[in-house]
């Protein structure tokens, strides 16, 4: 459910994890929606769950990482521009090679600069939210259809079950060496 709801919000899955009931009752989800709708995406989860154990809100202002950034890639672009000439000025082979290696260098810089410019951008724009995700407590409450009965009248026994995870399994016993696996014996 938390899967479509990120994608409903235009977000997506970042990953999650959820292990086989047997092996364990905790996984988690980790999703990312657009930052506008954190606000309503937070709101649907928690309509979900059974019980919000815990919340915790966190920002990360990055507008000086990603100024800097940009400063920095302006002054590769200035430099990659100044071994463009150097280049055309070069007239040995060795110093062309020399040249050839600082550029392909200061363009590997230019290239991963811009990838961390574009990842700020992308995160900044979204909100990331992560669920850890803990199996409900089965909770189940014994009932029957009449209090009192006579001999050879009927009564019928039924559970209410909240929590847990179905399809649930029945094992009555009820003290007279007689057993039962319906739901409602």
Known sequence: QITQLAEQKKGFVVSSQIPPIEQGATGSIVVRVPTEEFENTMTAITGLVVEVKSQSTSATDVTQEYTDLNSRLTNLLATEQQFLKILEK??????????????????????????QIQYLEQTSSTSLITVTLQQSKLLVKIGLDRPLANVDETITFHAETTGGFTPFSYQWNFGDKVTSTLSTP
């Open 90 to 115: 070069a007239t040995t082979v060795t110093d062309i090679l020399a040249v050839q290696k600082e550029l392909a260098r200061t363009r590997e810089e230019i290239e991963v600069t811009k990838g």
